[in-house]
């Protein structure tokens, strides 16, 4: 820590989950965001799965009355570790839209990285006509500005058209999957986005607030998490693990994150915002409210769209992810819950600490990459 209005934050050579919650904690410690935040992220070559997402939602409130300022090791290209690392992580794409000054070994590099990240980029030729400009690269997919129209989220229909031909690049092999869990996985990536389109922006969040949220899609030949944030994924591996036949090639796992950071589960469905300065107890409850079927802010607020009968889409999430035996974390606020069908449980189960506020809400989904010649 410096002076009074500034957080200064060194990450080392490593960004993991444990660092970045404590950066998520530290600068929740200034409820107005008015400090400068110096990240120094120069000597940083590693960052673990989920940290740059938590990292980078924790960067938005500053943009306004504070300010961010980052250094970072030499992009070069903005290929190999930095891809690798900075933009599959989403941490690149946050620096770009928040910080006013990124700084590689004493030379200012902010336009240039802001360039970048403006306009999605593929080394592939599009897939499809319907597939909307994506950032595609060998395991990697993602999908900006879930927002801003770029994929259809009104109707699963053409959601279908525009992301079924971008499976083959992080090895969801769809002719592995029945009929009825195929459906299941696309529902529950169609639901998680346009939770995001729905809810992200409204009040009691200003309408204008300019957020970053986006889909994301990785392939890991293994998939590992660190015990010093939840050991309940690694007890998923473990299940999932333990009842794999030998003569099976399952092809890895997929990292499903949806994410924005905007005005969180607790807020939107409480219609205010003091209520992540009151009790962790009261937030858990106003977000398990809100996770459960029949609940849906819309019929209050009036501001987003009413299609059929709302309040059923993390039940159609948990049911897809019962379907698929996949694993679901969501950090949101200062709460954090985990859906895991392979352990019996059929609802959210609330990590018991309370976390450092993390604006928005990402939904992190790990499952199989060929799911049905697995479980089935």
Known sequence: MGKANEIELNFGRRLSVKSAEEAIRCLATDSDATSDVKLNLSQCRYIDIGAGWRLGC??????????????VPPPGDFDKRWFLDFTR????????????SLTE????????????????RSKYASPSPMTPRTWLAENFVLIPDLGNGLIPLDNITPFRLAIGPLFDFVRIDQQ???????????????????????????????????????????????????????????????????????????????????????????????????????????????????LADGSSIKLKSQDATVRGQP????????????????????????CMAYFDPTAGNHDFQFVSESLGYMPGTALQIVLPARIARVWN
């Open 105 to 120: 070994q004493g030379e200012n590099i902010t336009d240039r990285m802001r360039r970048y990240y403006q306009m999605p």
């Open 311 to 334: 309040g059923f889409g993390y039940a159609q999430i948990r049911d897809s992810l019962e379907h698929l035996s996949a694993f679901c974390l969501v950090r949101t606020g200062r």
């Open 176 to 290: 592995a999957y029945n009929r009825v869990d195929l459906a299941a996985l696309f529902r529950l990536i169609f639901e998680a986005s346009q939770n995001v389109w729905d809810h992200a922006d409204r009040p009691p969040l200003p309408r204008s607030t300019r957020l970053l949220s986006y889909l994301s899609l990785r392939h890991y030949r293994k998939a590992t998490v660190p015990h010093e944030v939840t050991s309940h994924f690694e007890c998923f591996l473990n299940r999932y693990r333990n009842q794999l036949p030998n003569d099976v090639d399952t092809k890895g796992m997929v990292e499903i994150v949806v994410i924005d950071d905007g005005v969180g589960i607790a807020a939107r469905h409480a219609r205010r915002f003091d209520i992540y300065q009151g009790s962790i107890e009261e937030e858990q409850l106003v977000v398990s409210d809100a």
């Open 58 to 71: 924790a960067l938005r409130r500053f943009k306004s009355a504070g300010s961010i300022e980052a250094l």
């Open 89 to 100: 992580s989403g941490l690149g794409f946050a620096l770009a839209r928040y910080a006013i």
